[in-house]
């Protein structure tokens, strides 16, 4: 094979692994080097091959159900809550949860980590509790548990950036976790709006 041909290909593995995490490429030149593209391919590969620890792991497991319980109880906010500020409030989960929870899905195939298909028992007992609740008194119980819960995950997401071992893995929680932050500054809001205690 020759040297053309190998760097032909060394740089198609880079400018498809980098598109697999939505970040643009840049062409190289002819002249690049061609030890330049090998170790690029080595930095992609790293990002997906490194181990996943327990502790990654964990956080992928929390992270997933997380997103099932967001998307569920939102999508059952969106046809039963009484007020738009509640409704509003659960559109935004679903549409944001669902695409973390795809790309989660992504990640975890790519690193062969088994991710659970639902909430938990704590969760959806979370869930059950909101749904139990009538009128106005739903979507009180929604966006204070939807402020207690994102709470919760920014604390998950924060300790995974700091002490996690993968960087595929450390890079989800960076990249969601200001997502969260402004899920639970509209959580607030909607506790304003609708009157109810804040959740701290």
Do not use: C
Request: glycine share 4%; net charge positive.
């Amino acid at each position: 094979m020759t040297l053309q041909k190998m760097a032909t290909r060394a740089g198609l593995a880079v400018g498809l692994a980098i598109a697999g995490w939505g970040i643009a490429a840049t062409a190289g030149t002819a002249a690049a080097d061609t030890s330049t593209r090998a170790a690029n391919v080595s930095l992609v590969t790293s990002r997906t091959a490194q181990p996943v620890s327990s502790h990654d792991h964990m956080f992928m497991d929390q992270a997933s159900q997380i997103n099932l319980t967001e998307i569920s109880l939102g999508r059952y906010m969106e046809a039963h809550a009484t007020t738009m500020t509640a409704k509003n409030l659960a559109a935004h989960y679903v549409r944001d949860h669902t695409a973390a929870q795809a790309n989660l899905r992504a990640l975890a195939s790519r690193l062969r980590v088994a991710l659970p298909t639902t909430p938990g028992m704590q969760l959806e007992s979370m869930v059950a509790r909101v749904e139990a609740q009538k009128g106005r008194s739903k979507d009180a119980a929604f966006v204070t548990a939807s402020a207690r819960g994102h709470q919760t995950a920014i604390a998950v997401f924060r300790k995974e950036e700091s002490a996690g071992s993968n960087p595929a893995v450390k890079a989800y929680a960076a990249r969601y976790l200001p997502i969260l932050q402004t899920h639970l500054r509209h959580a607030e809001h909607a506790e304003s709006a609708l009157h109810v205690t804040p959740t701290r």
